[in-house]
């Protein structure tokens, strides 16, 4: 797969799950809340992916 669909899939989910998670625990935060999960969890999944890799060299 190229980069830009990896990205665009990584990003995708890990707001949706941001939302669900920031909607399921804490009902009463804003949507900056859930879009700032979303975000931590897109940099964490990128960065599981560089220690995975390095890893393996």
Do not use: C, N, Q
Request: hydrophobic fraction near 55%.
């Amino acid at each position: 797969m190229e980069r830009v669909t990896i990205f665009i899939i990584r990003a995708v989910l890990s707001f949706v799950f941001g939302t669900l998670l920031m909607r399921l625990f804490y009902p009463d935060k804003g949507i900056v809340f859930s879009a700032a999960l979303g975000l931590l969890l897109l940099s964490l999944s990128y960065f599981s992916a560089y220690w995975r890799h390095r890893k393996s060299k």
